[in-house]
């Protein structure tokens, strides 16, 4: 009898499976239709340099208009990866997206650059450099203020063509960037082979600087890392002044989160940033005093 409620207890597992895999293969769908009636909205958000107020850069972020209703990428972009033509034809999407937006802002004087997160398979198809120089050729200007963002899952599953992929976008004038930086396996192997510019460290980690004695060490220890090896840093996920200030102290200028800005419309983070402040703390208008070391964790 418990063997026959184990089989009962199997078929349901097997049922919940093909729920999940038709919901998948549903979603799939759907993204694809998406993005043939143009239904994905794309938000900027703004990577400043904390010592000057500067804007450095932004990211753009893919969200998708679902039945009126704003989908933020946790709810798809995992499907999405899982098929390579639909995780290319985003990513051609916001390649052009992000190149004709550059050309719009150089042409209004804004020198930023504009980051595009590029799903692994994309990175690893020999296609992806391909749909680059076709972006490229539309918007020669945009080729020096590109940036891809990737993940080292790309590198997990294939550091040589990582690294040749990343070659050729660097050969063209693109920067790259390794995102959520720390929190994978072996990504000290990745800094010393692949040729990024910037590291992001991952909102994980900037989110326990304050309070965590151990996310304290492992960005200090990226960031000497990165200072050795000639990267940029950005810290991904700063949501007080504080943590931007002690971020600052220990080297890391760039700064990325909601405190500074949410991911916005185009229109509405460029007037964001005509009428953006930096906080007095970090461009050394006015000196903190609160902060000692003996606060540090
Ligand atoms: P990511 O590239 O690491 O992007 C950072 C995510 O953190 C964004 O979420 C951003 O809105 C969020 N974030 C920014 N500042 C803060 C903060 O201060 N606090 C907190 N808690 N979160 C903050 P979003 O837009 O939901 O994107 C999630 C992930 O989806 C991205 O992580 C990226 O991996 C992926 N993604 C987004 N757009 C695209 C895309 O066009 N293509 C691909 N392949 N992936 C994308
Ligand atoms: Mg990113
Ligand atoms: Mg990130
Ligand atoms: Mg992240």
Known sequence: QAKDAGRGVHRLFERDREDHLQRIDLLQREFLQAMARDELVLH??????????????????VRWLRQGELRMPAGFIEAVEQRAPLIRQLGRHMLEAAASQIDHWLGTGRRWYVSVNIGAQHLLDPAFIEDVDEVLARHPAAAAWLQIEVTEQAALRDLESTRRAL????????AVALDDYG???A??????ELPANQIKLDQRFV?????????LAIIAGTLTSARLLDLDVVAEGVESVEQGELLLQLGCQVAQGYLISHP????ALTAWADAWLPPPQWTGGEKSVWFTHEDLP
């Open 44 to 61: 900027y958000q703004p990577k400043v340099d904390m010592s000057t107020g500067e804007i450095w850069g932004v990211e753009v972020l």
């Open 167 to 174: 070659a050729a976008c660097r050969a063209r004038g693109l």
């Open 183 to 185: 929190t994978g396996h």
């Open 187 to 192: 990504s000290l192997t990745y800094l010393q």
């Open 207 to 215: 989110g326990r600087l304050l309070v965590e004695p151990r996310a």
């Open 264 to 267: 916005l419309p185009a229109d």
